[in-house]
């Protein structure tokens, strides 16, 4: 199974919420970072972090897949290899 095939399987529940955890990190990281204001470096410094921790979480929670809804590969039934 390739990755856009592992996209577009359904997702388990517990994931599905932390990947809206993992893009509401994105969202208000990058709020801080495009600021009309000048920040501390050091909370620019941690805002790209977590733009990029928040990310991470996302896209890892996108492609897991509910394996109850997969159909069954151990069938007994094996291919034929030529």
């Given at each position: 199974?390739?990755?856009?095939?592992?996209?577009k399987?359904?997702?388990?529940?517990f994931?599905?919420?932390?990947?809206?955890?993992?893009?509401?990190?994105?969202?208000?990281?990058?709020?801080?970072?495009?600021?009309?204001?000048?920040?501390?470096?050091?909370?620019?410094?941690i805002?790209?972090?977590?733009?990029?921790?928040?990310?991470?979480?996302?896209?890892?929670?996108?492609?897991?897949?509910?394996?109850?809804?997969?159909?069954?590969?151990?069938?007994?039934?094996?291919?034929?290899?030529?």
């Amino acid at each position: 199974m390739n990755v856009f095939q592992r996209i577009k399987k359904p997702t388990p529940k517990f994931f599905r919420t932390l990947r809206s955890i993992g893009l509401g990190v994105v969202a208000a990281a990058g709020s801080l970072l495009t600021a009309p204001i000048t920040l501390p470096k050091a909370l620019a410094s941690i805002a790209g972090y977590l733009v990029v921790a928040g990310g991470v979480i996302a896209a890892v929670s996108q492609t897991t897949v509910d394996s109850e809804q997969l159909p069954d590969t151990n069938s007994s039934e094996s291919p034929k290899v030529p």
